[in-house]
């Protein structure tokens, strides 16, 4: 069963950039890749999405700020952060489907 692995979380100062990473354990071409994050005391939301064709959708709160993209060549997907704000800060979650599982995530915290 092919495994997603979240990293490239990190503290970063408001405004700043970050990229996380998706890496698969094997090929995930034929799978739509989800993004989603959690706050400490809220539930989990949905960041962005990309296709197995490549198209691509981010919520309204990140819209023109974060982008997904895709190498299956490299079985890694990921989310470009730019101009990040304190609320941005959360534990950032990739899920593929279908046939996915909920990984350990990745920290990025935002400092004001």
């Known amino acids: 069963q092919v495994q997603l692995v979240e990293s490239g979380g990190g503290l970063v100062q408001a405004g700043g950039s970050l990229r996380l990473s998706c890496a698969a354990s094997g090929s995930i071409s034929s799978n739509n890749v989800y993004w989603y994050r959690q706050a400490p005391g809220k539930q989990r939301e949905w960041v962005a999405l990309?296709?197995?064709?490549?198209?691509?959708n981010t919520a309204d709160s990140v819209k023109g700020r974060f982008t997904i993209s895709r190498d299956n060549a490299k079985n890694t997907v990921y989310l470009q952060m730019n101009s990040l704000k304190p609320e941005d800060t959360a534990v950032y979650y990739c899920l593929k489907t279908p046939g996915g599982s909920w990984g350990q995530g990745t920290q990025v915290t935002v400092s004001s």
């Open positions: 990309i296709t197995s064709g490549h198209s691509t």
